[in-house]
């Protein structure tokens, strides 16, 4: 499980695209992590995805279905995202996002930084405006480093 204010743990996982997105090579931007237990979650996350770009936070998605499943379910919705594939659940599961009981991944999402540093760790969903007012605050209470 990550605890604010330690570095987001590093992970490598295949996109909806079929690149592989390294979570060290987003140093640089404030990062909003959604894990999803399902993709539907992901289907209506264009207005708060259009809100984060305007904030300048990139939305990264993690949901366990395999990359082809998620490939052909952002192109068939024309999402303008892509959701990253975690179908082992490991990278859930160092999160504290994964339930053994289940075998599957829990909602929740992490506020990053753009140092690597979790500013925020929320299990559980939350609707789209509080998940953009809790990452306008997260950011605001972060004093900037020199």
């Known amino acids: 499980m990550v605890r604010v204010g330690d570095p987001a743990p590093d992970f490598e996982l295949t996109s909806s695209t079929g690149g592989d997105v390294t979570l060290s090579r987003l140093r ?5 992590l959604r894990f999803a237990d399902d993709r539907q979650e992901l289907a209506h996350q264009t ?14 998605a993690i949901c366990g279905d395999k ?3 998620l490939h052909t379910f952002v192109q068939r919705l024309a999402l303008p995202f892509d959701i990253l594939s975690d179908a082992t659940g490991e990278v859930s599961a160092i999160y504290g996002f994964y339930d053994p009981s289940t075998l599957g991944a829990q909602p929740g999402i992490v ?11 929320l299990q559980g969903g939350a609707p789209d405006d509080q998940v953009i007012e809790l990452t306008r605050f997260t950011m605001a209470s972060v004093q900037p480093q020199p």
Request: hydrophobic share 45%; charged share 35%.
């Open 67 to 69: 990359p082809q499943t």
């Open 111 to 121: 506020i990053v930084d753009r140092r690597g540093v979790v500013r925020m760790a």
């Open 47 to 60: 207005g708060m995805k259009e809100e984060l770009d305007r904030m300048g936070v990139r939305l990264i």
């Open 28 to 32: 640089g931007d404030w990062l909003l």
